[in-house]
């Protein structure tokens, strides 16, 4: 194009000014600059054209324009359709922002049984509004069929996301992932932000976050909903959540509903520090015996803290293991420190032998603390089952009440009557809960051993 005449030669005069506009726009040979790069990628433009028609298969379409956004660093949308694909969406890369139309108006489907939908992962990522399923629902022996597989995402922000049909909802990948020549081996997840996830219909698990050969750290789950209910029948798995190896994490609003569970509903194994601000199982069915419960604490210095607990519509039944039915609210591994304020429960059957707000197998290292506790329902003798010990030697308070605590090391719990079972150490006490005149205030261990050697102290004037 040529350009037009400037006063003087100066190109600050109108000429200079007028022409410096029109090339903004165009090439200098009069043509329309390429000016795509500035906006979001559209899957369904030209020269990507991808159908979104669910049944052209748009897996070199949505491969095309997912380069170019990452060639370029413009956003990539996805229009309302139905986008198939027969390979995983490999979308490993900084700073990455995809979104669709709405999780109601954008699906994305994977057409090939044992594969995964989308990786995602690396730095500043924002994927969001999207639906992702499969073309038929996906049986556990599918080990490979996960809807997203994690590669080291940190900084990033994922939310409004519906998965359905998967055999696990969102997996880190259980491999080293680096990020750079120098980057460490693992595969971990670092200050990332996840909301408003929809996952259903589940064979393996809705979550399956465990860290490989690094520990993950600080995110954020925020409005978590799960539920495996397909046909109005809740599929049985070993677990619904799970997390392994990290230190921080916080949950906001995490719901597990609808589903029949092998083993614990949530396990956190080897999870330093987990906060949660409202916590719901609802239609869960623990369908094992002996030591089960909706969420298992494991791992030496694990640590859980929920500010409100509810169980309601749900299941404790009596399935014989070798003996009663232990089944718990909460279990605790050795070593392990849980804490809830404000638990509820409603409308639940009950049925286990023994089923109690928190058990554990014989441990003497875990700290407990509840309070503001409504347990209807649960055995009255075994608030908290220990193995064949009535209670943990260690603190443990609910509604205020202390049932066991230490002082100065040593174990002080309550009863009337010496103890017949469990490990003691010289200077365990237990206080007398039924004192009469003439009687004794307690007992104290002179000899330690299992149960020990045990002496009444106290005498009370007849």
Excluded at 259 to 276: E, G, Q, R, Y
Excluded at 277 to 306: C, M, P, Q
């Amino acid at each position: 194009m040529p350009t037009l005449p400037s006063v003087g030669g100066s190109t600050n005069t109108w000429g200079g000014e007028l022409s410096a506009w029109l090339l903004h726009d165009h090439n200098a040979d009069g043509t329309h600059k390429n000016t795509a790069a500035q906006g979001p990628i559209n899957v369904k433009a030209a020269p990507y054209s991808a159908a979104g028609d669910g049944s052209a298969d748009d897996t070199a379409a949505l491969d095309s324009a997912s380069a170019a956004a990452i060639a370029t660093g413009a956003p990539l949308y996805l229009p309302p359709g139905s986008y198939r694909r027969t390979t995983a969406w490999d979308l490993r890369a900084d700073g990455l922002v995809m979104f669709g139309a709405g999780a109601l108006k954008t699906t994305i489907v994977q057409a090939s049984a044992n594969t995964p939908i989308l990786l995602l992962g690396r730095q500043f990522q924002h994927v969001s509004d999207l639906k992702l399923t499969y073309a038929t629902a996906q049986p556990s022996t599918a080990t490979s069929a996960n809807a997203v597989v994690w590669y080291k995402p940190y900084l990033g922000t994922y939310e409004r996301i519906h998965v359905s049909k998967a055999a696990r909802g969102f997996h880190t990948a259980q491999a080293d992932y680096n990020l750079s020549a120098g980057d460490p081996d693992g595969n971990y997840t670092f200050s990332c932000t996840f909301a408003d996830w929809w996952i259903e219909e589940y064979s393996i698990r809705a979550l399956d976050f465990r860290s490989y050969n690094r520990r993950s750290t600080g995110c954020v789950f925020r409005n978590i909903y799960s539920v495996n209910e397909p046909a109005g029948v809740a599929t049985t798995v070993a677990r619904a959540w799970e997390f392994g190896v990290w230190d921080e994490i916080v949950m906001l609003q995490c719901n597990i509903e609808g589903v029949n569970c092998s083993t614990p509903a949530l396990l956190l194994n080897d999870v330093l520090n987990a906060t949660a601000y409202g916590l719901h199982f609802e239609r869960v069915k623990l369908v094992t015996g002996w030591n089960n419960s909706y969420i298992d604490l494991f791992g030496t210095a694990s640590k859980l803290t929920v500010d409100g607990l509810s169980v309601v519509f749900s299941n404790m039944p009596n399935v014989a293991n070798g003996g009663n039915t232990r089944a718990g609210i909460a279990k605790v591994g050795d070593g392990t420190f849980l804490t809830i304020r404000g638990f509820s429960q409603h409308s639940n059957t009950l049925t286990a032998d023994e089923r109690a707000l928190v058990v554990s197998d014989g441990l003497t290292t875990a700290i407990v603390e509840i309070t503001n506790s409504s347990h209807a329902g649960m055995t009255t003798a075994n608030i908290l089952i220990n193995g064949t010990q009535p209670q943990l030697p260690v603190l443990k308070r609910l509604n205020d009440s202390r049932y066991n605590w230490q002082e100065n090391g040593k174990s002080v719990t309550t009863g009337t009557a010496a103890p017949t079972t469990g490990t003691w150490a010289v200077g365990d006490k237990v206080i007398n809960t039924a004192p009469t005149a003439g009687g004794w205030t307690g007992w104290v261990c002179t000899t330690a051993g299992t149960p020990g050697t045990w002496k009444t102290y106290g005498a009370i004037a007849a």
